[in-house]
């Protein structure tokens, strides 16, 4: 399985680099582009224990994943985009 998912270049702080979560067979990546470093996060889904989707009335959702004790967030995906990325973690970290 290979998907990808990129934030909305309209959202907060990604108008130039939008950040990208990009969902493999053993682990989900996120890339945080940035103008001379970015930052690229790869996490088994194992590690992953908790997933949050923070959704406003109006603007894009927050997804925050908690693995190792710690939390990373992305912001400026759609609220379907968000619920797919959760689903799709919830349903790799059930086959493994």
Do not use: W
């Not at 493999?24 to 997933?51: M, Q, R, W």
């Not at 967030?73 to 959760?86: D, L, R």
């Amino acid at each position: 399985m290979y998907r990808k998912f990129t934030a909305s270049r309209i959202s907060k702080d990604n108008v130039v680099f939008p950040p990208q979560i990009i969902m493999e067979d053993n682990c989900v990546t996120v890339k945080c582009p940035g103008l001379f470093s970015g930052k690229s996060t790869a996490i088994a889904y194992e590690n992953i224990s908790h997933i949050t989707i923070l959704t406003p009335l109006v603007g894009c959702s927050t997804i925050s994943f908690f693995a190792f004790g710690e939390e990373l967030c992305i912001h400026g995906f759609t609220t379907s985009e968000a619920n797919e990325v959760k689903r799709l973690i919830t349903q790799m970290q059930t086959l493994k």
